[in-house]
């Protein structure tokens, strides 16, 4: 469980824990209990603003968790969908699918990598980069492929993802975990050197450009770089999880673009559908090939109504200048937090890239979502300590002013009162 999971949870037990007679019925009670969630149901939204059932209207910070690239109800976005509905859903991976083509296509040419395959989820972009690597392990000989993950990164909640995340509350109760990994602590090239020194099964580096769940945990641009000239001497893949930092958040297209280099497998999903699921995985010359017809697929992946969403929020991402946009709006925002926060003792940092922001106190705040919530703001809190800001592309420098507006006296007076 991510931290406002952690927290909402607690509160749900410590609800659960008064009398029966007294409790209050569970809302939506036949949908499984897998996530503590806030008494607020949301019905439409625009740009950078939802309003729940009860007309309470919020500054959505949070985007459905770095999702909503374009925001709510975009008005080429929806159109575009709305002719996709009438066109075709869904047929199957039996039959050639132009649209695929034509993301793949886009995706190579942002990337400069060379092809694409699709499903549904950032898991699922995982399970399929987790399969490349170990194919391209057994091609090359190797019976037992490892891959290197890294402490405190996140990758999925399906059995093999969990594994390779760094989080023991995300793997607790699933054990057996899958093997095949080896862990290392982020930007410490000499410990992925030491791997190299004396482990001959590692086929590959996995590791997210910039942590999300972790807590907005930034890899070094020499970090990277030094991880792409030690996998390119070792013949190991880079793989970079971009789910949450790709799709221009951090005012490229992709994070690992700041630091010049390439990866060799890149899985991607949240943002590229602007809400609509999907799922991506890109790779380079080295990944390209390795699997082969009968080797992997997905009966939903690449359908076309995802593929539509995927192609059209890339189309508008750069016909609205949206890059320019999180980088220079997430600026500011940064700025503006700085200011406000940057100097109280319990902030340890304000840190990340464009519109993907965390904001470190030296405590839990897992209260805050909710405080949050109540004055008018949605955001996150990750690993426990870490308030997390990733709004949509679209936040304008006005709506970044009032996010730190809204915030700022909520983490002030939780400072205080927790002293
Ligand atoms: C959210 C996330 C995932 C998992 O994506 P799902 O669509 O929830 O399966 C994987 N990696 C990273 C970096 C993520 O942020």
Not at 75 to 94: D, E, F, G, K, R
Not at 133 to 149: N, Q, T
Not at 187 to 200: C, G, I, K, R
């Amino acid at each position: 469980m991510n931290a406002p999971e952690t927290a909402l949870a607690n509160t749900l037990a410590a609800a659960q824990a008064t009398p029966a007679a007294t409790a209050p019925a569970r809302p939506m009670p036949h949908v499984l209990n897998t996530y503590g969630r806030l008494p607020i149901a949301l019905s439409h939204g625009q740009g950078c603003w939802v309003w729940d059932t009860q007309g309470k209207r919020y500054l959505d910070g949070l985007g459905g968790i770095a999702v909503n690239t374009l925001g709510h109800n975009h008005p080429q976005l929806v159109p575009a969908l709305q002719h996709q509905l009438t066109q075709l859903i869904h047929c199957s991976n039996y039959y050639e699918i132009p649209l695929q083509e034509q993301l793949a296509k886009k995706l190579c040419e942002i990337s400069g990598l060379a092809g694409a395959f699709f499903c549904n989820s950032g898991l699922e972009a995982n399970e399929a980069a987790l399969k490349i690597a170990r194919k391209y392990g057994h091609d090359k000989g190797i019976e037992k492929p490892e891959v290197i993950v890294y402490e405190k990164a996140f990758h999925g909640r399906s059995i093999a993802t969990l594994s390779a995340t760094g989080n023991p509350k995300v793997q607790a109760g699933f054990g057996p975990l899958v093997e095949g990994f080896v862990r290392v602590p982020l930007n410490d090239l000499a410990a992925v050197e030491a791997v190299a020194q004396n482990n001959p099964n590692v086929v590959a580096v996995f590791l997210e450009t910039i942590q999300g769940e972790g807590g907005v945990n930034p890899a070094r641009w020499e970090y990277l770089q030094g991880l792409r000239r030690l996998c390119d001497a070792q013949g190991w893949l880079l793989m970079l999880d971009e789910v949450q930092c790709g799709i221009g958040r951090t005012g490229k297209w992709f994070a690992h673009q700041w630091a010049g280099i390439q990866p060799d497998v890149m899985p991607l999903a949240k943002g590229l559908g602007s809400g609509v699921p999907i799922g991506a995985v890109v790779c380079g010359p080295r990944a390209l090939n390795v699997l082969g017809p009968g080797n992997h697929g997905t009966t939903f992946g690449g359908n076309p109504l995802a593929m539509r969403a995927g192609v059209e929020t890339l189309r508008i991402c750069e016909e609205e200048g949206l890059l320019a946009n999180a980088a220079t709006v997430g600026l500011l925002l940064r700025e503006g937090l700085q200011r406000e926060l940057g100097h109280l003792s319990g902030v340890k940092e304000i840190r990340g890239a464009g519109l993907m922001i965390g904001i470190e106190l030296d405590r839990p705040c897992g209260v805050l979502l909710g405080r949050a919530a109540e004055a008018g703001l949605l955001l996150s809190v990750t690993a426990d300590k870490v308030i997390r800001i990733v709004p949509p592309l679209i936040l304008t420098a006005e709506e970044a002013a009032q996010i730190v507006v809204i915030l700022a006296p909520l983490v002030q007076a939780f400072l205080a009162e927790t002293a």
